[in-house]
């Protein structure tokens, strides 16, 4: 006989099957044509349960959002920690992110759907946007934590570098959603490469430092 699940369990449990479901649901329907109702029904509940954990469809598809850009974070963070010099590290966070993009094509393409809406909507812009800041926020930190670690000092700020660098990551990952053969998939991984080792080579680094 399974254990019984605690109250906070067992809404931990809808939470998660409820959000499995919205990505369901909305990678296949899109944000607008997605209803509330049908995602419900995808994950065996009721639209109470929905509206029990979240306000709304909005609400809803910011925790999807919240929970995709944390795993990017954590994969990502990894992979630059196996890196030694500067350019290995910047070529590993775009394969990573490339990786994932490859994996989940049609949520990365949901989420054009909704920047596009939110950045119309006055009142969810800033929702959407504390997101994508806290992402940069997350970028910069890692950008600091290996210049920290390598010894370098770059003659422009990291959380200029972090703009740059998940700008040119979104950039390319747009050309390859309408052109895909067109795009190598190696692209991003040597862009960033070439980027941050030619800022390493300019930094002030010890005497011998690898770049």
Same mark, same amino acid.
């Given at each position: 006989?399974?254990?019984?699940?605690?109250?906070?369990?067992?809404?931990? !449990?809808?939470?998660?099957?409820?959000?499995?479901?919205?990505?369901?649901?909305?990678?296949?329907?899109?944000?607008?044509?997605?209803?509330?109702?049908?995602?419900? $029904?995808? @994950?065996?509940?009721?639209?109470?349960?929905?509206?029990?954990?979240? @306000?709304?469809?909005?609400?809803?598809?910011? %925790?999807?959002?919240?929970?995709?850009?944390? $795993?990017?974070?954590?994969?990502?963070?990894?992979?630059?920690?196996?890196?030694?010099?500067?350019?290995?590290?910047?070529? %590993?966070?775009?394969? $990573?992110?490339?990786?994932?993009?490859?994996?989940?094509?049609?949520?990365?393409?949901?989420?054009?759907?909704?920047?596009?809406?939110?950045?119309?909507?006055?009142?969810? !812009?800033?929702?959407?946007?504390? !997101?994508?800041?806290?992402?940069?926020?997350?970028?910069? !930190?890692?950008?600091?934590? %290996? @210049?920290?670690?390598?010894?370098?000092?770059?003659?422009?700020?990291?959380?200029?570098?972090?703009?740059?660098?998940?700008?040119?990551?979104?950039?390319?990952?747009?050309?390859?959603?309408?052109?895909?053969?067109?795009?190598?998939?190696?692209?991003?991984?040597?862009?960033?490469?070439?980027?941050?080792?030619?800022?390493?080579?300019? @930094?002030?680094?010890?005497?011998? $430092?690898?770049?």
């Amino acid at each position: 006989m399974s254990p019984r699940l605690s109250r906070e369990e067992n809404k931990a !449990r809808t939470r998660a099957r409820l959000l499995e479901a919205a990505a369901k649901v909305f990678a296949l329907r899109g944000y607008h044509r997605a209803s509330v109702e049908e995602i419900a $029904q995808e @994950a065996g509940y009721s639209t109470g349960a929905v509206y029990s954990n979240f @306000a709304g469809k909005e609400d809803l598809f910011l %925790a999807l959002l919240d929970e995709h850009l944390a $795993q990017i974070v954590r994969e990502v963070s990894e992979a630059v920690h196996r890196g030694g010099t500067a350019v290995e590290r910047a070529q %590993a966070a775009a394969t $990573q992110w490339m990786g994932t993009f490859e994996r989940d094509r049609d949520l990365f393409l949901l989420f054009i759907e909704f920047w596009s809406f939110a950045v119309r909507d006055p009142d969810l !812009r800033p929702r959407v946007a504390a !997101r994508f800041g806290a992402f940069r926020d997350a970028t910069t !930190r890692l950008i600091e934590e %290996a @210049a920290s670690e390598l010894g370098l000092t770059s003659p422009v700020p990291p959380a200029h570098l972090a703009i740059a660098a998940n700008a040119l990551a979104d950039g390319i990952a747009l050309e390859k959603l309408v052109d895909p053969d067109a795009i190598p998939d190696e692209l991003l991984a040597n862009t960033l490469g070439l980027l941050f080792g030619t800022l390493a080579a300019s @930094a002030e680094r010890p005497a011998g $430092q690898a770049v």
